[in-house]
């Protein structure tokens, strides 16, 4: 819990120092990063990569909500979800890591997005001027999200060491959280889904 507190705390710290706040009442950008755009305004520190590819997913979250909003369709998705993190423990246990640890990290990126989704359909729903005009295949916005498990696991067994150190590695998170969040001008929303996707970053093991 303190160290969450902490990260938080940080990330809001470092994002008030470098930028302007965003206007959280601004429509998002539905854009995913390109990778050129990735790798010239990087997160900073060791958990640099891993942030990037957090709030990536955090962006590709904006086109879930665009795909379902006014469908009727519901933001919990229940099967997917386990389809999901019963990809990450598989895909876990063959790159070494703890399969309880990894699918902690992504039930804390699946319950990130929903804030995101819930939170742009509160927005759409009270300025429907702002609502967005297309709808993204959910098809292939789902062979985005499987490409980022990818990543994201192949970072996680990158940092495993960092991560088992506690100190160092709430350091270094609230770092690049925090400079991600200014460097990418996340909204309140999006902070608010950020400093969750992240909590779990710092409880590392392998098997």
């Given at each position: ?73 519901p933001i919990d ?11 990450v423990r598989n ?62 696991l192949r970072e ?52």
């Amino acid at each position: 819990m303190a160290r969450g507190l902490a990260v938080t705390a940080l990330m809001v710290g470092v994002t008030r120092v470098t930028v302007p706040q965003a206007d959280a009442a601004g429509a998002p950008t539905h854009a995913v990063p390109s990778n050129d755009a990735l790798q010239s305004d990087r997160s900073l520190g060791r958990l640099g990569p891993l942030t990037d590819l957090v709030i990536h997913r955090l962006r590709v979250s904006d086109d879930v909500a665009a795909s379902k909003f006014g469908t009727g369709s519901p933001i919990d998705d229940p099967a997917r979800e386990q389809q999901v993190l019963e990809q990450v423990r598989n895909q876990a246990g063959d790159l070494g890591l703890d399969p309880g640890s990894a699918t902690a990290f992504f039930q804390d990126q699946i319950t990130a997005s929903k804030v995101v989704q819930k939170g742009l359909f509160a927005r759409w729903t009270a300025h429907p001027e702002e609502a967005p005009t297309t709808r993204p295949d959910l098809g292939q916005i789902r062979t985005r999200l499987d490409q980022l498990t990818a990543d994201l696991l192949r970072e996680l067994k990158a940092t495993v060491r960092l991560r088992d150190e506690p100190t160092a590695c709430t350091v270094q998170l609230a770092v690049a959280a925090g400079s991600g969040a200014a460097l990418e001008r996340l909204d309140a929303l999006h902070r608010q889904a950020l400093a969750g996707a992240v909590h779990s970053v710092c409880v590392a093991s392998v098997k």
